[in-house]
């Protein structure tokens, strides 16, 4: 149990856009009476390297294109890696392992140095199990750049100011920022630090159709509850109210109030909501990804990854959140196109 509240907390406690989850594409029923899904290996491998290596500036970006917006590039600190000079020693007894790396983190866009012909690029002492990025301590931005290193050499890497055993290798190829000496826990491979930057979607048209009156007309047979209900003009195309508690009234926690509109979707099995709730201070409603003023509304936007999950919108007593579906399927503009749609219900 301890172990399940710590990744829960784990989760709670992250950033905002900083919640993952990541998908495998293009799944196939398989296995005996289609018990089983498949998928293929590049696909598995796809989905690996995303979640290995989440881009957590793509929240923003995906917001601002969906509010047609210019997405704001977050200003860094970070050199450019061609600013972080670095030499790399062998720090194990396999041969060519400060070669190959050194060739993989100049591929990365790492400026590499080396030592002169007659100097081997190994270090006194064979036995480094994890890979060490030394800094220069004398030189501003080393340790910067020796940390963007640590990150570029993945796990099991550790940071420290160069040792003085080391000096001499550093002196002799031109007194780089760092020196990466690499370990026999290296897996191999380099990281390129721009690689795994996720493309800006593109806008596109909202995905919507009339709400015909359904939900209206099932708004008002509820009882009166203590806050303005709103009604939506427009749903997501193809949607239907769900005939299982399509509009459904209760209080989740004692003093306030909630409706639930659901809709369902797609093959009938997909379903998105429209929440409307005087609770404002649930615990769904922290940790957003961004606030913008639309139309004269103030939104709330929660997005897991590119695509937005939750838009907010509090108006006087009452908070309105559309949500999508367990996958996200609803586009970006067409969660915002509900959400601006939303009005007063009426008599």
Same mark, same amino acid.
């Given at each position: ?11 709670? %406690?992250? /950033? ?39 881009? #957590? ?53 790492? %400026? ?7 100097? &081997? ?42 040792? /003085? ?32 930057? #996720? ?29 303005? #209900? ?5 749903i997501a195309k193809n949607s ?42 649930a615990p769904i409603l922290r ?14 936007? &929660? ?5 937005? %999950?939750?838009?907010?919108w509090r108006r006087g007593p ?30």
């Amino acid at each position: 149990m301890s172990e399940i509240q710590s990744y829960v907390g784990l989760g709670y %406690h992250l /950033p905002a856009g900083h919640l993952f989850r990541v998908n495998v594409d293009n799944l196939q029923a398989c296995g005996i009476q289609n018990a089983e899904l498949c998928g293929s290996q590049s696909d598995v491998n796809a989905a690996v390297d995303s979640f290995m290596h989440p881009d #957590v500036t793509i929240a923003s970006r995906a917001n601002a294109v969906a509010l047609g917006r210019k997405p704001v590039v977050p200003k860094t600190t970070e050199l450019k890696p061609s600013e972080i000079t670095t030499l790399v020693l062998n720090g194990t007894t396999t041969a060519g392992l400060a070669r190959d790396t050194s060739y993989k983190l100049a591929v990365a866009g790492f %400026h590499t140095v080396q030592l002169p012909s007659t100097v &081997y690029a190994n270090t006194p002492s064979p036995t480094y199990s994890s890979n060490y990025v030394y800094y220069d301590s004398v030189q501003p931005n080393a340790k910067q750049g020796a940390q963007q290193l640590k990150s570029a050499m993945g796990a099991n890497t550790l940071v420290a100011p160069l040792p /003085p055993d080391l000096a001499s290798f550093a002196q002799q190829s031109g007194n780089p920022l760092t020196l990466v000496v690499v370990g026999s826990s290296f897996g191999g491979d380099v990281i390129d630090p721009t690689a795994h930057l #996720v493309k800006t979607p593109t806008h596109t048209a909202p995905s919507v159709g009339s709400d015909f009156g359904a939900t209206s007309a099932a708004l008002r047979q509820i009882r009166k509850v203590a806050f303005p #209900v709103l009604t939506p003009t427009v749903i997501a195309k193809n949607s239907r109210l769900s005939s299982l508690e399509g509009v459904r009234v209760f209080k989740p926690v004692p003093h306030k109030g909630e409706i639930a509109i659901s809709y369902v979707t797609g093959a009938g099995n997909i379903y998105w909501q429209i929440i409307q709730s005087n609770w404002t201070d649930a615990p769904i409603l922290r940790h957003a990804t961004g606030k913008y003023r639309v139309r004269g509304r103030n939104f709330t936007l &929660y997005t897991t990854g590119g695509h937005i %999950h939750m838009v907010v919108w509090r108006r006087g007593p009452a908070a309105y959140w559309v949500v999508n579906t367990l996958r996200d399927e609803l586009s970006n503009e067409t969660m915002l196109a509900i959400a601006k749609g939303l009005k007063p219900l009426g008599k």
